[in-house]
């Protein structure tokens, strides 16, 4: 590996160095935007951070969402928006997103994998997991 130099104020880093720089950078960006979802996470707990929550800031409410606001998250698509609807339609609002399981096409790790993108809101409860 070259070594570092310092020239005319500034330091001018190898190939190897900037690219170890780069990595840690990015691994820190990781970690603080973990810290940042779990802070912003209804239970106040650990998330599980599937997809790109990044690029997801808002969480849907099953009870009242759109299929295209159901499609906007990951690992729903226009079947399963369907079968979400259809089931709120037919036996009335999700009491936690664990009711899910109940749809055709909604198993257990699914569940668990959009749980940080979705939520349910009682009218008397507030918002809840």
């Known amino acids: 590996m070259q070594q570092s130099k310092l020239s005319a104020g500034f ?3 190898s190939n190897a160095e900037t690219a170890l720089l780069v990595l840690l950078a990015a691994a820190l960006l990781v ?3 973990m810290r940042v979802l779990q802070r912003l996470s209804p239970a106040g707990g650990t ?9 997801f800031p808002h969480q849907v409410e099953l009870n009242s969402a759109s299929a295209d606001q159901l499609k906007l ?10 079968r979400i609807i259809e089931q709120r339609t037919r036996l009335g609002e999700f009491k936690q997103v ?4 109940k749809i055709e096409g909604f198993n257990e790790k699914l569940v668990d994998e959009i749980a940080c993108y ?3 809101r009682s009218a008397s409860r507030g918002k809840t997991q």
């Open 31 to 33: 970690f603080a935007s």
């Open 98 to 101: 664990g009711d899910l399981k």
């Open 11 to 13: 330091i001018r880093f």
């Open 73 to 82: 998250v990951p690992g729903i698509g226009e079947a399963r928006a369907r």
């Open 118 to 120: 979705v939520y349910v």
């Open 47 to 55: 998330v599980e951070v599937t997809g790109s929550p990044a690029l």
